[in-house]
């Protein structure tokens, strides 16, 4: 199954239903299985009554139920050519968006853009540094001259040296540091200027279980993702009267390149298994979809939050 029969498995059982004008009442709607907007931007200042946010985070309106149609919206992802952050882009191109992906490695970020293009996603690459200001500014402005707006920023760039904190070296406890946290506020500040601008915006910082629970040699990293998590709340709380949402995802194991290492020792991968109650390991496409919930009109009045996605790691 693909990310997106993954993500989207099920919505037919709930039909698309849009209010009717105000004077039906509002138990009234129109099921209908045509899309009735341009594109994901218009039906957000339709239920709004046509009118901006004005400061007020959120939207107005009835709205028995939505969908993840994200056609007509600019998602911006970092670290977007591998592990969770590919599937996240992947998740939000098949959904309509037009997808800005950054990343250091070049060469990778562009050959991922160019297969996603091939499938009918609408992607950009843009090389990008989240710990340099520069690099962080130059994504931006490439995605507004081109795009017109950002409606949603993924901070999902990280790194992660397991190592015991004796044998760390300043080297990779500065990478951890810049890249994990630095990262994250640059983004924030640069893509929130034209959000700020809008009244509209929203961010989905990707932190992690290591934040909240004990993890192998992941002392340092544990700490820069619990950095996330209070930056998230206290952003969200700054930036609430400009429209904007702030909200947090913690994956649990999920098997990427970052944590490759620990995947291939049986003993470790057996005593991580033996802590999830659903008994699997995640996938990018389970953290996908809470992302495009936290994007979707759905998660209007969330913000300040840490949503878990760990197969129930965290009531163990």
């Known amino acids: 199954m693909d990310v997106r029969a993954k993500i989207f498995a099920g919505v037919t059982l709930f039909p698309r ?3 009717r004008a105000a004077s039906c009442g509002a ?28 400061g007020k985070a959120g939207m107005t309106g009835d709205m028995a139920s939505v969908t993840w149609d994200m056609r007509g919206m600019v998602v911006a992802v970092t670290g977007g050519a591998r592990g ?36 009918g996603g609408a992607v950009r690459f843009q090389p990008l540094d989240v710990a340099d200001q520069t690099s962080v500014r130059a994504f931006r402005d490439a995605c507004l001259r081109e795009a017109g707006h950002i409606d949603v ?24 540091l810049d ?16 959000m700020v601008a809008a009244k509209s915006g929203r961010i989905i910082n990707i932190s992690s279980t290591s934040a909240a629970a004990g993890a192998w040699k992941s002392t340092v990293y544990g700490a820069t993702k619990a950095a996330i ?52 390991m995640g996938t990018p496409a389970d953290v996908a979809g809470v992302a495009l919930f936290l994007a979707s009109p759905a998660a209007d009045y969330l913000t300040g939050q840490v949503i878990f996605v760990d197969g129930g790691r965290m009531v163990t």
């Open 27 to 54: 138990a009234e709607a129109i099921t209908s299985t045509e899309w009735p907007y341009r594109d994901a931007r218009q039906r957000n200042e339709v239920m709004r009554g046509g009118q901006p946010t004005s």
């Open 179 to 194: 890249i994990n946290v630095k990262g994250v506020v640059l983004c924030c500040q640069a893509v929130g200027e034209a």
């Open 17 to 19: 239903r849009w209010p």
């Open 153 to 176: 920023l993924v901070n999902n760039a990280g790194v992660l040296a397991r190592k015991a904190l004796l044998e760390m070296t300043e080297e990779e406890c500065d990478a951890m």
């Open 84 to 119: 969770i952050g590919l599937g996240i882009a992947e998740a939000f191109a098949q959904a309509g968006a037009t997808v800005w992906m950054g990343s250091r490695n070049a060469k990778a970020g562009e050959a991922v853009a160019q297969r996603i293009r091939a499938g």
């Open 229 to 280: 998590w209070q930056f998230s709340r206290m952003l969200a709380l700054e930036w609430a009267p400009h429209g904007i949402l702030v909200n947090t995802i913690a994956p649990g194991a999920v098997p990427t390149d970052l944590n490759a290492n620990v995947m291939a020792i049986p003993e470790q991968r057996q005593i991580i298994l033996a802590r999830i109650p659903l008994g699997r």
